[in-house]
DNA sequence: TCTAGTTAGATGCATTTGCATGAAAAATCA
DNA sequence: TGATTTTTCATGCAAATGCATCTAACTAGA
């Protein structure tokens, strides 16, 4: 009589899921921190510089950098306002679009980038990728592959 | 002379990396968007709730609260605050030690949880469980507690 | 014991987030 | 085409977060 459920997620299900969530939450936190330490903005502004660096000049829309950041659109709207305002990024009026915004990377934005970038490098690397295998690392990215939404 | 650095983290970790916080991300959104749904209240409250009912009667040093559920300092003092306002705990003065503060779940907090249960069940069903298989979340499990803090 | 230093918790103030809504342009459809 | 719906982005207002600092109590050291 000690079958196993259909309905519902097993402990170790339980334990898995909050480990997940309390290690992101950690290494997140310490990327934080490191960047705080060493004078720079917040994650997300780097999150929002790269997608624009990856657009190649080509200039990022709005919505594309709030489904490629996962951000709220409010929330992206009032970040890159702020990326904006310190000289780091130009909107400009989509041409094809009369409702839409074009956000383009400035040089300024672009020196930013690559001044966060070797201590978001740093943190990956110690606090994630020193203390995992190559194959760890391979395993783990096939499994979160399987969460991903469809 | 192509031979892997040992300075930098490879692709494969950054990729990794961003996977793990990605998936994070939308797994806990997909939480609150359900309590929400069921208007129910944010997941910190959960977290909160079921470590005062870990406590079993003894009460939580808000400073144990804030150590557990990873909140700052601060948020820890605003969020219990704010449940107590809701009557799902009680402040007590802590006997040994002048400046703490105990905390207590009451039976308004109890059923709450209670209530809270079934959508975060459902969610860590739906959207983890479910998606992968019991050696996936083994696998996840080991992996992962080589990233705990030390 | 007196003093300096540390720890637990609260809180004023600024920033950020979340919610709801608005405005303008575009898309759909009768 | 004209009306309706949907999409894109912005924003006023409320709530939550982060920062810095404060108070009170405990601890350690002379």
Chains 1, 2 share one sequence.
Do not use: C
């Not at 000289?87 to 041409?95: F, I, S, T, V």
């Not at 001044?115 to 760890?136: G, H, N, Q, S, V």
């Amino acid at each position: 009589m000690t079958e196993k459920s259909e309905e519902l997620p097993d402990e170790m299900a339980i334990n898995a899921w909050a480990r997940l969530h309390r290690i992101s939450n950690i290494a997140l936190e310490r990327v934080e921190d490191r960047l705080k330490k060493s004078g720079l903005p917040p994650l997300a502004w780097y999150d929002v510089l790269l997608e624009l660096r990856r657009a190649k000049g080509q200039g990022l829309r709005l919505i594309e950098i709030e489904k490629r950041t996962l951000l709220a659109q409010y929330n992206a709207s009032r970040l890159v306002d702020r990326i904006v305002a310190a000289g780091h990024a130009e909107k400009r009026k989509a041409q094809e679009d009369g409702r839409g915004v074009l956000v383009y990377l400035t040089s300024s934005g672009g020196r930013l980038l690559d001044e966060m970038w070797p201590t978001y490098r740093t943190a990956i690397k110690e606090d994630f990728a020193d203390r995992l295998t190559e194959r760890d690392i391979e395993t783990l990215f096939k499994i979160l592959a399987k969460l991903l939404p469809d």
